[in-house]
């Protein structure tokens, strides 16, 4: 490479350059001389040939060089970015070499991703997956529920009633009336769905969230089965044994009525605030069919029995995504929504 053969090149390029007519050519010609394998890179990997008293001399001139093309085509975009606003009244200037925007890609909520799993695990144990209304009857929600009017334990859901004198369902339980009034047992069925209570919230309690009622009735069904299938459902869902407690409880329609409790996976069972420092979470309430509540369901109690349970979806999440708020899953901050 001579000092001559570097000024021809400059004017060629120069040339180039002046011709282009769009961002295309421009791009054209800035990969000739100053991409990977243009010219300059070329004369650049050339100097080690050189006799050393050239070196310094031709390196120079190709830098020189390489700031000459960078300014010219600069130059040159501007005045094109000029004309091709002018040519569209000067409003608009569109790049069409431009790297496009990837459009995001939405994807399921944890709480659906949360109640797939948990049906998928209890379909291939034969349950299956019931629906009920969200709007519900008193009848449906309590009386048939065995809680009768004015009876204090109907204080443990704050209802939210409805100008009609209906209700929002304050548990999935009523739906286990609605499907034995229409079926004989023995059957497994799951429900899960939104429900909703007049209640303060804290790290642990929703107003609006989501359970999964379980029922399973037929001839010899015990507490033994119950906390078996409960079991094997959380080994599936953790992918490994966790620890449980089920302590005794008291809900109306169950006789005897348990409470699950798991360790906390937030704290390792140590204290933290999403278990009220007590090292467990509440899981859900459950026990043995009252036999009242076949009689409410038009059953007949006599050789059937049964067990129910109600676990919130939300502390599941919480527990399989180690989350200590529960008031983030419906904060609808994408932050957190974008972290599943
Ligand atoms: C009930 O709602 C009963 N229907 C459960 C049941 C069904 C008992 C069948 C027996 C037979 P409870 O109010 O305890 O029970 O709620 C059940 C579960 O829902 C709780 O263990 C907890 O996991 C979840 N839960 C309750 N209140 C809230 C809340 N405010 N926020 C989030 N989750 C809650």
Request: hydrophobic share 35%; glycine share 8%.
């Amino acid at each position: 490479m001579t000092e001559t053969n570097l000024e021809s090149l400059k004017i060629e390029a120069k040339k180039e350059i002046e011709n282009s007519f769009d961002l295309g050519q421009i791009g054209e010609v800035f990969r000739k001389y100053l991409g990977k394998q243009g010219e300059i890179a070329r004369i650049l990997r050339s100097l080690d040939s050189l006799p050393k008293e050239k070196r310094a001399e031709i390196g120079k001139q190709a830098n020189d060089f390489k700031n000459f093309i960078n300014l010219k085509i600069e130059e040159k975009i501007k005045e094109l970015k000029e004309k091709s606003g002018k040519g569209s009244g000067g409003k608009e200037w569109i790049d069409i070499t431009a790297p496009g925007k990837k459009p995001s890609v939405g994807h399921l909520h944890p709480l659906t991703l949360i109640r797939r799993k948990t049906e998928e695990i209890f379909q291939t144990m034969g349950f299956s997956t019931i629906e009920g209304p969200e709007i519900e009857s008193v009848w449906y929600n309590f009386d048939a529920l065995n809680i009768p009017k004015d009876h204090p334990a109907r204080d443990a859901w704050d209802t939210f009633y409805l100008k009609d004198g209906m209700l929002l369902r304050a548990h999935t339980s009523p739906v286990q009336i609605r499907f034995m009034e229409k079926n004989n047992p023995p059957f497994r069925i799951i429900v899960p769905g939104r429900i909703f209570r007049h209640e303060a919230t804290d790290p642990s309690h929703e107003f609006d969230f989501y359970q999964l009622e379980g029922l399973m009735v037929g001839e010899d069904i015990s507490a033994a089965n119950f906390k078996a299938v409960i079991q094997e459902f959380y080994r599936r869902f953790f992918g490994k044994p966790v620890k449980i407690r089920l302590i005794p409880s008291f809900f109306p329609f169950t006789e005897p009525s348990f409470q699950v409790d798991m360790s906390c996976v937030n704290c390792s069972g140590k204290g933290c605030p999403a278990c009220k420092r007590t090292g467990w979470l509440e899981m859900m309430g459950a026990g043995m069919v009252h036999p009242n509540v076949f009689k409410y369901a038009g059953l007949n109690p006599k050789g059937l029995t049964g067990f129910a349970f109600g676990m919130g979806l939300d502390r599941l999440a919480m527990m399989k995504y180690k989350i200590n708020n529960i008031r983030l899953f419906h904060s609808g901050d994408l932050r957190f929504l974008q972290q599943f």
